[in-house]
C-alpha cells in the first residue's frame, strides 16, 4: 500500500502530509489518524479511498499592511519543516520502511520558500533513501480536488494568491481555457486588504469575505473579461484608490450612498470587490463549460474556500443544469498532502524526480505535466 | 390607406397613408401644433424617408419605447417622428422630418385599429392624392440632399447607407 | 501548537450530491408606462416551460419584451430558439415586417450577478455590439445590418444573413468535388480563393479599427452575391459556381471591441488561424493564403503579421508566480 510524504511551500503556507494510496486488492478501512478532523475519504464508488495519514500546516502570517517576503517565508519554511515533518510521521504512526517517496512542490511559486522546501525534500530523499517526486503545485490542487469531492470530469476554476486559471481536461493534459492575464484573483485581494489595513490573521482573503458580508453598497469598478481570460491590474488600481478614498473620509469629509444616503464603509469596498471579480470568475468558467460542454465544476485553491464565490458559482452552474464542487480549508488553501497525493499518483505510474532534476521553478505551466494516471 | 401590423406589436396597428401633392399643409400643421384631438397623427414629410423599412423602424421604436416607460416626447405620434432623428434635438426633429409650411409629399401615420374611420377623416382633411405606400413610390420623392444632411451620411441611395441610418435610429438616446 | 489544528470554522467538504436546480423567477424590472389611449403593459420576460418526461417543469428559454410571445393579432411569425450560448440566447424572428427576417439575440440576466453589476453589464455589451455593427456598416465592412436595439432590456435586433457559414462550406466541399469531380478541375484555386476573400475581410474590419474578438469559421458567412438592383440575374453560364462563391460576411460581434493596437489584431489572427487548425486541419496548410491576403490589404498589415510571430511563440506562456 503505497505511502507518500508531501512537502508544500510555495507561498507563505507550510504543510507537510502523508497519504496512503490502497491498492485495489486490499479492503477498504477508516484509519485512525491523530488528527481528529481527517478521516477517510470516499470517493466515487469507482476509485478507492484515499486515506489521509497526517495533513498539517503551519502558515507565516505578516503584519496588518504588509505582504510576505520570499526572504522572510523561506526562513519561516526552514524553521517549520523540521518539526511538521516529526508531528506528521508520530500522527501517521507509519515507519521509515512504509513510506514509497518523498514528494515535493516544484513549482510553480515563490523561488526562494520553494528552494527551502525542496531542499528539505531532497535531504529526506538522501537520508531515507527514497524517490523524490516533483510535483506541480496546481495539478495538486486539482487532484486532491477530485479525490474528495468525487468530481469526475470537471471543468476546474483554481483560484489563489498567485493563481487564477480555468481548466478542463484533454488527452492527458489539465488544459488551461482561460486565465488571469495580469495579476491572480488572490494577490489582487491581498493587496487591497493591505491598503485597508486589514488583517493577514488566518488570511486576509478570509477576513475580506467576513468584511463583505456587512456590504451592501455596490460601487462602480472596471469589468475586465476578454474572452476565455480576465484582468485584475485595472480593477486593483481602483479599488485601492477608493480605499485611500475611505482612509480620509471624515464626519466633515464623508462618502455617502447616493441610495441610502449611509456613509460607505469598509464592508462596502470589500462587497463591491469580491461581487466584481467573482462575477467574472464565473462568467470565465461558465464559458468554458459551454466550450466543453461539461456538467460539473470543481474550485480549488485558497481563494475557493469562499463561500459567496461558492454560492455564486452554484447559482451559476444550477441555471445550466450542472453542479460545483467543492473543498474546505483543509484542502482549498495550500497544504502537503495534495502534493503527496499527486506525486503518489504520478509514481504509480512510474515517474520519478532524479536528484540532479530536483530543481524547483517559479514558473511551471500546468498544461506541462503529463497527466498520464487518467486516460 | 394600409393596415400595417408590426410583429411582435400587432396589438398596435398602424394606419398608414402616403399623400401626394398636398395642398394645405400649413392647415396640417396647425392641426397639430394646437394639439387638435382630431388630428392625433404623425405626419412625416415623404422627402426624406427612405423605405417602408425605415419608415416602421421609427413606429416600433416608438411604440416600444412607450411600452417600456421612456417616452421622450408627448405621445406615440410625436414619438414617432421624434424617432426618425439621429439625436436628440426635439425642435430640430420636427423641422427636418413633420410637416412643415411647405410639404408636398406627406406620410401620416396613426397608431389605431380603426381603419375605415381613419381612411374617411384623413381624405376629408388632407387636400392630396392617396398612392401606395411603397418603396418605389418613396425613392422617387426623396430629397437626396436633405437625406444627406439629415444623416451626416454621404449618399443616401444605397443599402449600405441605409443600413446606417436605421442602426442609427436604433442606438439613439445610448 | 501549529496554527493549522486550530481553524474550524468552515464546514465540511460541500457537494457529494449536486445542487437541486432551483427555478429563478426571471422577471425584469421594467417600468411601464400606462398611456392614456391604449398602451397598456407588455407582460415582462416570459419563461416559456416544457415538461419534461419526469413531468418535472423545466425552464426553455425566455424572451424580453416586447418580443414575449404572448399571442397578438396578426402574430403570423414564429419565434424560433437558434443557439443557446453562455451569455446570449440567440432566436430566429421577424422584424418590422413578416418578410423581414431577423437575428434577435437576447442577453438574459444572470442570477449570480449582483443585479445593478448585471444590468450595467448587459447594456455595456449590447450597446458595444451594436454600436461596433453600425460603425462597420459605415464604413463598407460587410456585416449584418441592426435593426433595432432594447439595451436596457437586453437585446439586439440583427439583420438575418442568408447563405452558410464558411465552416460549413468547408465540410461541404468534400461532397461538392465528389459530384462535380468531372467539371472542376481547379485542385486548391477554390480554395485560395476563399482563403484570400477572408483575408481580405478580416483586413477591412481590423483597417476600421474594429476587433472582432472571436473569430472562427462559424462566424464567417458566405453570402450570395446579388448582382444588380433587386434579385439575383441568372448566373452566367460559363462561370463555374463554387462551394465558395459569395461575399464574406462576419457576424458575431458579442466579444468585438474598438481597437487599432497591433497585438490585438495579431491576436485576432491568431484565434482565426487556431481554429483553422482544430477545426479544419486538412485544409490548415492554406491558411497563409489568408495570411497574404490580409497583408496586402491595408497599410500597416505586415507590422501586424510580425506581431503575429510573437503572439503565437508567446501561445498562453504567461508569467505564473505558485
Known amino acids: 500500500m503505497p505511502i507518500a510524504i508531501g512537502l508544500e511551500g510555495s507561498a507563505n503556507k507550510l504543510g507537510v502530509g502523508i497519504i496512503l494510496h490502497p491498492s485495489s486488492s486490499t479492503p477498504s478501512s477508516p484509519h485512525d489518524s491523530a488528527h481528529s478532523e481527517d478521516e477517510a475519504f470516499t470517493s466515487k464508488p469507482t476509485s478507492p479511498p484515499v486515506q489521509i495519514l497526517a495533513n498539517l500546516r503551519h502558515t507565516f502570517v505578516s503584519p496588518p499592511g504588509t505582504g510576505f517576503l520570499p526572504k522572510d517565508t523561506a526562513a519561516h519554511h526552514r524553521r517549520w519543516v523540521v518539526r511538521l515533518t516529526k508531528q506528521a510521521l508520530k500522527q501517521a504512526r507509519i515507519q521509515l520502511e512504509d513510506v514509497d517517496c518523498i514528494c515535493y512542490t516544484k513549482g510553480p511559486g515563490m523561488g526562494a520558500p520553494l528552494g527551502a522546501v525542496a531542499i528539505a525534500a531532497r535531504t529526506l530523499s538522501q537520508l531515507w533513501d527514497k524517490p523524490l517526486i516533483g510535483v506541480n503545485h496546481c495539478v495538486g490542487h486539482i487532484e486532491m480536488g477530485r479525490a474528495i469531492t468525487g468530481a469526475e470530469n470537471p471543468v476546474v476554476l483554481y483560484v489563489s494568491g498567485g493563481n487564477t486559471q480555468v481548466i478542463a481536461y484533454s488527452a492527458q493534459r489539465y488544459r488551461i481555457f482561460g486565465e488571469a492575464l495580469d495579476i491572480a484573483v488572490g494577490n489582487c485581494l491581498d493587496r487591497f486588504a493591505r491598503v485597508l489595513n486589514i488583517s493577514n490573521d488566518p488570511a486576509p482573503g478570509y477576513n475580506i469575505e467576513q468584511l463583505a458580508k456587512d456590504g451592501k453598497c455596490l460601487l462602480e469598478l472596471p469589468y475586465a473579461v476578454k474572452g476565455m481570460d480576465v484582468s485584475f491590474s485595472g480593477i486593483l488600481a481602483r479599488v485601492e484608490e477608493l480605499a485611500r478614498r475611505l482612509t480620509t473620509t471624515t464626519s466633515t469629509n464623508p462618502w455617502l450612498d447616493p441610495d441610502t444616503g449611509l456613509d460607505i464603509t469598509k464592508s462596502d469596498l470589500c462587497f463591491t470587490l469580491q461581487e466584481t471579480v467573482f462575477a467574472m470568475l464565473v462568467e470565465i468558467t461558465e464559458r468554458a463549460m459551454a466550450h466543453v460542454g461539461a456538467q460539473q465544476v470543481l474550485i480549488v485553491g485558497g481563494v475557493g474556500c469562499n463561500e459567496r464565490l461558492q454560492q455564486m458559482m452554484g447559482i451559476m452552474a444550477s441555471e445550466r443544469g450542472g453542479s460545483v464542487y467543492a473543498t474546505d480549508e483543509r484542502f482549498c488553501i495550500d497544504n502537503g498532502i495534495m502534493i503527496a497525493h499527486a506525486g503518489l499518483l504520478a509514481h504509480g505510474k512510474g515517474f520519478e524526480t532524479k536528484l540532479e532534476e530536483s530543481t524547483f521553478t517559479q514558473r511551471f505551466r500546468t498544461d506541462e505535466v503529463l497527466v498520464n494516471w487518467r486516460d | ?174 | ?322
Not at chain 3, 437576447?106 to 454600436?131: C, F, G, M, N, V
Request: proline share 5%; net charge neutral.
Open chain 3, 1 to 322: 501548537m501549529p496554527r493549522a489544528l486550530s481553524i474550524t470554522t468552515h464546514n465540511a467538504s460541500l457537494g457529494e450530491a449536486p445542487l437541486t436546480p432551483e427555478w429563478h423567477s426571471r422577471t425584469v424590472a421594467s417600468e411601464t408606462a400606462a398611456h392614456k389611449m391604449s398602451f397598456t403593459a407588455v407582460p415582462t420576460a416570459s419563461n416559456s416551460y416544457q415538461l419534461n418526461d419526469s413531468n418535472e417543469v423545466q425552464p426553455l428559454h425566455s424572451l424580453p419584451p416586447p418580443f414575449t410571445t404572448t399571442s397578438s393579432p396578426g402574430q403570423t411569425s414564429s419565434t424560433k430558439l437558434i443557439r443557446q450560448g453562455a451569455e446570449a440566447l440567440l432566436y430566429y424572428t421577424h422584424f418590422l415586417s413578416p418578410s423581414l427576417p431577423c437575428a434577435l439575440k437576447y442577453r438574459p440576466p444572470k442570477s449570480y450577478r449582483h443585479p445593478i453589476l448585471d444590468k450595467r453589464l448587459t447594456r455595456a455589451r449590447i450597446l458595444a455590439e451594436a454600436r461596433v455593427l453600425v460603425r462597420c456598416k459605415r464604413e463598407g465592412v460587410s456585416v449584418p445590418a441592426v435593426l433595432g436595439a432594447g439595451w436596457e432590456e437586453g437585446w439586439i435586433a440583427i439583420e438575418w444573413v442568408n447563405g452558410s457559414t464558411v465552416r460549413d462550406a468547408i465540410f461541404g466541399r468534400k461532397t461538392w468535388r465528389q459530384e462535380n469531380q468531372a467539371s472542376y478541375e481547379g485542385g486548391e484555386k477554390d480554395l485560395v480563393g476563399l482563403m484570400h476573400k477572408i483575408g481580405c475581410a478580416v483586413g477591412k474590419l481590423h483597417q476600421v479599427g474594429v476587433i472582432h474578438g472571436d473569430l472562427t469559421t462559424s462566424n464567417l458567412m458566405l453570402r450570395p452575391t446579388v448582382s444588380g438592383a433587386e434579385g439575383g440575374e441568372e448566373p452566367s453560364a460559363t462561370s463555374a459556381a463554387t462551394p465558395f462563391d459569395g461575399t464574406i460576411t462576419l457576424i458575431d460581434f458579442g466579444l468585438a471591441a474598438q481597437s487599432s493596437q497591433e497585438e490585438d489584431r495579431a491576436v485576432d489572427l491568431y484565434v482565426l488561424e487556431r481554429a483553422f487548425g482544430s477545426t479544419h486541419p486538412e485544409v490548415e496548410h492554406l491558411f497563409p493564403e489568408v495570411l497574404k491576403a490580409y497583408g496586402e490589404s491595408y497599410k500597416g498589415a505586415k507590422v501586424v503579421l510580425r506581431k503575429l510571430e510573437d503572439v503565437r511563440m508567446r501561445g498562453r506562456k504567461k508569467s505564473m508566480i505558485g
Open chain 2, 1 to 174: 390607406m394600409e393596415t400595417i401590423l408590426l410583429p411582435h406589436l400587432g396589438q398596435y396597428p398602424l394606419q398608414v397613408g402616403l399623400f401626394l401633392d398636398v395642398q394645405n399643409a400649413r392647415y396640417l400643421r396647425q392641426q397639430l401644433l394646437d394639439g387638435n384631438t382630431e388630428f392625433e397623427y404623425a405626419f412625416l414629410d415623404a422627402a426624406v424617408l427612405l423605405s417602408r423599412e425605415h419608415v416602421l423602424a421609427a413606429c416600433f421604436r416608438a411604440i416600444n419605447d412607450i411600452l417600456q416607460g421612456r417616452m421622450k416626447s408627448k405621445n406615440v405620434h410625436s414619438e414617432i417622428v421624434f424617432s426618425l432623428s439621429p439625436n436628440n434635438n426635439i425642435s430640430e426633429c420636427f423641422r427636418r422630418f413633420g410637416v412643415g409650411e411647405t410639404t408636398k409629399n406627406i406620410v401620416a401615420i396613426k397608431v389605431d385599429n380603426n381603419a375605415s374611420q381613419i381612411q374617411e377623416h384623413l381624405q376629408n382633411h388632407v387636400q392630396g392624392q392617396i398612392v401606395p405606400f411603397t418603396d418605389e413610390t418613396l425613392a422617387s420623392l426623396r430629397d437626396e440632399a436633405r437625406v444627406r444632411k439629415a444623416y451626416k451620411v454621404d449618399s443616401s441611395s444605397n443599402e449600405e447607407a441605409e443600413a446606417f441610418i436605421i442602426g442609427s435610429m436604433a442606438l439613439k438616446g445610448s
